[in-house]
């Protein structure tokens, strides 16, 4: 035949060995993405270890900066807790210094106040004196006008009636014995006239004198009451003004008590943190304690040890040798361990959430803050152990032995 060229189909040959190239390539293109993934995986796990190993340095650094920066609170707020004590006694001492001088000024002030009585009372009895003698003075005096009115009522009859001489009597007379009593009745009328007149003046004398008396008394006594008073009124000024001395170094002492109050409650919230912070620390190192443990004592060291905190019984049963331990092995780890509960009565064991006869009731047990990150084979170094399993009794210790 004429025209075109014929295609003609390849030969099986031909065809298998494109299709092995072909598979070839495919498994070579797969080769290469497997290596690649392989290579970036172990890249991104590369970076993830580093991240890690980063963020666990940072912790421990965190960690660590937490409890130095705690440690270094608690040691300032102690420092300016010592300079407020300090404060308060040396108030306390300008107190007692003040009482003294308070103490002293009283006594005068009382001595006073007697003297002051008694002069008020004999200063009451001269002018009740001086009363009485001016009213009799006065009923003299009235006296000695009537008394001058019937001389000179007598005297004017005298005058315009003259009594009768001797001659008269003699002649009126009716015997000897008429005469003698009518002479006797004239003598007896003069002499009484004459002695009344005397007695008034003479008693109005007398009762003026008095009377001058009692006033220059009553004028020393006055004087006297007056400079007493005085007195005590510059005692009783004095001793009010030590009084108000006194009480602003009270005021003063008592705002100091207030800020040792609240310094030592913010200690305490500060040993608080430090005691979780610690455990935590002491959780997350795991390590145990290889050191010499040596005698169990009460001694603290610094912020290290076992601090009972305010209210709490540790002197019943065990509870003694339980915060020996527990204070021993405080120093030992560098822990600040706070005992918020020792023994307890059966009664407040109850209200508190406990049992009428668990180990606080026989002086057996500790709540301590603070330990929750001890292992269990470093409590028993220090003989000790955690009896109740769970986070929520992580605190609660006993010595090593005793009955759950």
Do not use: C, W
């Amino acid at each position: 035949m004429s025209g075109s060229p014929l295609h003609r189909a390849p030969a099986p040959a031909s065809r298998r060995a494109r299709a092995r190239s072909s598979r070839a390539r495919r498994a070579l293109r797969a080769r290469l993405l497997v290596r690649e993934s392989v290579r970036a995986h172990a890249g991104l796990l590369a970076a993830l270890v580093l991240v890690l190993a980063a963020a666990a340095a940072i912790a421990t650094v965190a960690f660590g900066a937490s409890s130095g920066s705690l440690e270094s609170k608690i040691s300032a707020s102690q420092d300016k807790e010592g300079e407020v004590r300090s404060g308060i006694g040396a108030d306390s001492h300008q107190i007692a210094g003040f009482q003294g001088n308070i103490d002293d000024l009283q006594t005068r002030l009382s001595a006073l106040e007697t003297s002051l009585t008694a002069e008020r009372n004999l200063l009451a009895s001269i002018r009740s004196q001086l009363s009485v003698a001016r009213t009799r003075l006065a009923g003299l005096q009235v006296q000695l006008v009537h008394d001058r009115k019937v001389l000179v009522e007598q005297l004017i009859a005298s005058y315009e009636a003259p009594p009768p001489d001797i001659a008269t009597v003699i002649l009126q007379a009716h015997g000897f014995a008429d005469l003698i009593e009518r002479f006797d009745d004239l003598k007896a009328i003069s002499r009484e006239n004459a002695s009344a007149t005397t007695n008034v003046l003479a008693t109005q004398k007398a009762v003026t004198a008095e009377a001058a008396h009692l006033t220059v008394l009553e004028s020393t006594h006055s004087r006297e009451t007056r400079a007493v008073q005085v007195q005590r009124d510059e005692v009783a000024e004095l001793h009010l003004a030590v009084v108000k001395r006194q009480l602003q170094f009270v005021r003063a002492r008592d705002a100091k008590s207030s800020e040792l109050e609240e310094l030592q409650s913010h200690k305490h919230s500060l040993e608080h943190e430090l005691a979780h912070v610690q455990a935590a620390e002491l959780e997350a190192s795991g390590v145990t304690y290889a050191g010499p443990i040596g005698e169990f004592n009460g001694t603290t060291e610094g912020e290290y040890g076992f601090f009972p905190a305010a209210g709490t019984n540790y002197s019943v049963g065990e509870e003694p040798t339980l915060a020996e331990h527990l204070n021993t092995m405080g120093k030992a780890l560098h822990l600040h361990l706070i005992g918020i509960s020792g023994y307890r009565s059966p009664e407040h064991s109850v209200e508190v959430g406990g049992f009428a006869n668990d180990p606080h009731t026989r002086g057996e047990a500790s709540d301590t803050p603070g330990v929750e990150g001890v292992p269990e084979s470093t409590l028993a170094q220090f003989g000790l152990i955690r009896p109740f399993p769970g986070a929520a009794e992580a605190d609660h210790i006993q010595l090593l032995g005793s009955k759950y």
